[in-house]
């Protein structure tokens, strides 16, 4: 499509939602819709990187990372345009995004055959009906409830992310409810066609049951995910649970401890796959530039389900921030995975070493996006 015709349709667009009410219009079949135009609200955002290596692997990547995934190389992770509008009671939220992350997010429906959706990475209708009690129900593809690290980078204290996101669901397509039962008690249920994938891979459903405890300065999240997530079959289920414990000291520093425990039965016999983690954070903020996030993880992938390594994992990540204006701001970062066995690549001899170091610096710019 030319420019001038996606003009010209943006335009007639633009004028079909900035008529006046006074304009005579024929009869419709259809109720009049709740949205209007100014009440879509479009934010964006740009999230760069260099990556250095001192290995030097000749894959160029680096292993148990995700999104900063390409060694020794400068990288567009993602650019992102979202477009909102909060429910009222109908809403919906689309999410376009293209980039490396993209790949990553959208692994699973790729290998199954599905990649019609890698650049949505969010797209779902909500329902808040006026008299719910503020209940609101979302169907869709979303971001999944679990995890201490959301998707974005702008909304993590580190630009790189923990091996419990990496190796933990990144979104779900189904339904899913959030239901406060009091100022303090959130809880919601999700049915879902499964982990990281839009086509279901079998004739199950994974339901979700997620419950938020906000007292004071502190915030605990419990997320349990269960159903069949192996390909062509309802038998061997996984479960999963997600435990995130939140603690904001002041204005200036906060702290997160987050345990993920999980496990796949085997589908033709008794048994199952077994994986835990744990990660912690904090985030200090120094001034109103400059701000310091460490954080240490511990990940024990016991029968070599999650990594394809019988292995234990330490990971130790050093963040720098420093905010350049409102709409810009980077992060320099030092990461350093061990392994209790010879998993990492060095040069061109793969499963050859202990130990995994980078070097990272992040520029991200921000259009209509709170932080």
């Not at 999944?144 to 397509?173: C, K």
């Not at 062509?232 to 987050?258: E, H, I, M, Q």
């Not at 990971?315 to 810009?328: C, I, R």
């Amino acid at each position: 499509m030319s420019h001038t015709r996606i003009l010209l349709c943006f335009g007639l667009v633009s004028a079909m939602f900035a008529q006046d009410s006074s304009t005579v219009a024929p009869p419709s079949l259809f109720p009049q819709s709740p949205l209007s135009f100014k009440s879509i609200r479009f934010s964006g955002l740009i999230d760069t990187y260099a990556d250095y290596n001192p290995d030097h692997p000749a894959s160029g990547f680096n292993a148990l990372r995700n999104f900063d995934v390409r060694s020794n190389s400068f990288q567009l992770n993602m650019a992102r345009i979202m477009i909102e509008s909060d429910p009222a009671p109908v809403g919906f939220k689309l999410d376009l995004g293209f980039g490396r992350a993209m790949d990553y997010l959208n692994f699973q429906d790729k290998a199954n055959g599905f990649n019609a959706m890698r650049d949505i990475p969010q797209a779902y209708v909500s329902f808040k009906p006026k008299n719910g009690k503020g209940l609101q129900l979302d169907f869709g593809k979303f971001y999944t409830s679990a995890g201490a690290e959301p998707t974005e980078t702008h909304l993590n204290w580190n630009y790189t992310r923990s091996l419990l996101f990496t190796n933990g669901p990144y979104y779900h397509f189904g339904l899913r409810s959030a239901m406060p039962l009091n100022k303090y008690l959130t809880v919601g249920f999700q049915l879902v066609n499964g982990w990281n994938n839009v086509r279901d891979n079998n004739g199950g459903k994974t339901m979700g049951f997620t419950t938020a405890l906000t007292v004071g300065k502190m915030t605990l999240t419990e997320n349990y995910y269960t159903g069949p997530e192996q390909n062509n079959t309802n038998k061997g289920w996984r479960n999963f649970s997600d435990t995130v414990l939140l603690y904001t000291f002041n204005t200036k520093s906060s702290a997160y401890l987050n345990f993920d425990y999980g496990t796949q039965r085997f589908a033709a016999s008794r048994g199952s796959n077994d994986w835990l983690g744990f990660a912690a954070a904090y985030r200090y903020q120094i001034s109103k530039k400059f701000a310091f996030s460490p954080r240490v993880e511990y990940y024990y992938d016991k029968d070599g389900f999650i990594t394809g390594t019988a292995q234990k994992i330490k990971a130790v990540t050093l963040t720098g921030e420093y905010k350049l204006s409102d709409l810009f701001f980077s992060r320099l970062e030092y990461c350093s995975d061990f392994s209790n066995q010879p998993f990492f690549e060095r040069g061109a001899l793969p499963n050859s070493y202990t130990r995994q170091p980078s070097f990272l610096i992040g520029l991200v710019a921000l259009l209509g996006v709170k932080r």
